[in-house]
């Protein structure tokens, strides 16, 4: 029977139906990192369509063995490999379901050993690895997984935390490990899909289904500062420079198939080769000046399938247009303020670029924000203060600094939420600043702290240390209890013509506590949907918004 501490196939198979939700969030922002050295395909979208392939396959099974799902989503991987990335995906798949094989369910032990074969698979797929990329990042999940499993047991969830830490580390390290990225000014993006992927399972797992919903995945920032991506000023391709060639996949199917040996026959024949699959299937990708002869010499080993074969000189012309209509956003950034790690998690997975730890009783000085913006890269920054006596701190840094500030005036943490879920990729600096802007005054804002002091204000009696109940900013109730004020509070917040509750709990907030919080909300208002988050904030019990 699977014990409390491990994963089934039904759930390998959901939470990774939802992280392919979550990476669908990312896709055009993935595809726009992909500039490395030409755009073969697009990585977010090929690895997008090579998980919906994965994920397909293993709703096709009757089984439910983590062995038997694994190996179906292998299976379905092979089959829906798009371009370069996708392809290296699936040989990540084929080594998970080779780690779990004959595993009706598996813990964070056996995890970490199917991680590692992942890594090795993966590798084994390529003629000549390149580190720096995708690869990197599923070696560094490997070995920080396999570590976290030897020193503390069996848990699934710890395991996948400290593999998320590393995807993330190792994305934001690509640049370091390979020149053309950090010339390009971005980070690998096969890796940051594989980050969001393993994110998006994580999350799932953590019971954060439903606020995903909501939120989007962070996009990791280099360690190191790059510059920004350029495009040439010609379109037109100089006379003398080497054409790109053609992106060629196909699936070759037959009988004593051997990987290995068409790897070594088709070395010389290309660049960017990945020959996967086994003794029936195989799946080749090449970048090659003549895909006929590639595609003839298939055929002498079995029936050829699926072949795409596309004109990366065309497609090289396409992404410069890609980037030029980009380039009037893609160099925003957005700066908050934030009180809570899990508050600063929010923020940095809606797209926030830095957060300055700061609030009630510890505001940031003009100085703290402003050397914060002089850490972007960007030259144009929207600042969110989340607080009303930080506005006019954060309003004093455009005098300081040649840079082009705006300040949406975000009282509450949940108006900043609001703020930065209206941001819009497509539109520009000032746009942007008005949406912004306009959006936190669709929020009501709960905050349930405790008095300092004893004292009367606004028609109540306040005694120091009682719980009182504050909607956008104005006490409207007190109590001995916080969740006592908290159900008082939310009750003059319209909850019946509310959709969502989102309540942040603070670090003084058991967890027990909040979800039988949320509970009790639902019981009582069950039209409403309920998520909590853990804030992680001082002083505050509860940060909530109603909308």
């Not at 490999?81 to 379901?97: D, E, H, K, Y």
């Not at 976290?148 to 590393?166: K, L, P, W």
Request: proline content about 4%; glycine content about 8%; some cysteine.
């Amino acid at each position: 029977m699977k014990q409390p501490n491990e994963i089934d196939g039904i759930q390998f198979r959901d939470m990774f139906a939802a992280a392919t939700n979550w990476l669908e969030k990312r896709v055009s922002d993935i595809d726009a990192l992909n500039v490395f050295p030409v755009p073969d395909g697009d990585t977010g979208t090929n690895m997008l369509l090579t998980m919906r392939s994965t994920v397909e396959e293993a709703y096709k099974i009757d089984e439910t063995s983590a062995s038997a799902v694994a190996q179906a989503m292998a299976d379905g991987a092979l089959m829906g490999a798009r371009g370069n990335s996708g392809v290296i995906l699936s040989q990540i798949w084929n080594g998970l379901a080779q780690g779990l094989k004959n595993k009706d369910s598996f813990n964070g032990k056996d995890l970490a050993v199917a991680l590692a074969q992942a890594a090795d698979t993966a590798y084994k797929g390529l003629s000549n690895p390149v580190e720096g990329t995708i690869l990197t990042v599923i070696k560094d999940v490997s070995i920080a997984s396999r570590k976290q499993a030897d020193e503390n047991g069996d848990d699934v969830i710890s395991v996948m935390e400290v593999a998320v830490n590393a995807a993330e580390e190792s994305v934001a390290n690509t640049p370091m490990l390979l020149a053309a990225l950090k010339e390009a000014g971005v980070v690998d993006a096969g890796g940051q899909g594989l980050f969001t992927l393993l994110d998006g399972a994580l999350r799932f797992l953590r019971g954060e289904a439903e606020l995903m919903q909501f939120r989007k995945p962070q996009m990791v920032s280099s360690k190191i500062p790059l510059t920004p991506v350029t495009v040439p000023a010609s379109e037109s391709a100089n006379e003398d420079e080497v054409p790109f060639g053609y992106c060629t996949e196909f699936m070759i199917k037959g009988s004593e198939l051997d990987p290995d040996k068409l790897r070594s026959r088709l070395k010389s024949r290309g660049q960017s080769l990945v020959v996967v699959g086994n003794d029936t299937t195989v799946r080749v990708h090449i970048h090659t000046t003549d895909p006929g002869k590639i595609i003839h010499l298939a055929t002498t080993l079995g029936t050829v399938h699926n072949v795409h074969i596309r004109n990366m000189d065309e497609q090289y012309r396409d992404f410069l247009e890609l980037q030029k209509s980009r380039a009037p956003i893609a160099d925003i950034e957005i700066l908050s303020v934030s009180a809570g790690s899990g508050i600063s998690d929010v923020f940095t997975s809606l797209g926030v670029t830095a957060v300055v730890h700061g609030g009630q009783t510890m505001n940031p000085s003009t100085k703290d924000l402003l050397q914060a913006v002089k850490n972007l890269r960007s030259n144009k920054i929207i600042i969110l203060p989340n607080n009303k006596n930080i506005i006019m701190t954060a309003e004093k840094v455009q005098l300081l600094t040649d840079k082009h500030i705006h300040v949406v005036p975000s009282r509450t943490i949940p108006q900043g939420v609001a703020a930065l879920l209206a941001f819009d990729y497509e539109s520009d600096f000032d746009t942007n600043t008005h949406l912004m802007t306009e959006a936190i005054s669709s929020v009501k804002t709960i905050e349930i702290t405790r008095a300092v002091r004893s004292t009367s204000f606004n028609g109540f009696s306040i005694k120091k240390k009682q719980a009182i109940g504050l909607l956008d900013g104005a006490i409207v109730t007190v109590s001995d209890k916080p969740k006592d004020a908290l159900f008082a509070t939310l009750a003059k917040a319209g909850p019946k013509k509310a959709e969502v509750v989102t309540l942040y709990y603070g670090k003084d907030t058991d967890e027990v506590e909040a979800q039988q919080t949320k509970k009790e909300i639902a019981d009582k208002y069950p039209h409403l949907q309920i998520e909590i988050v853990k804030g992680g904030q001082p002083h505050y019990h509860y940060i909530g918004s109603v909308e």
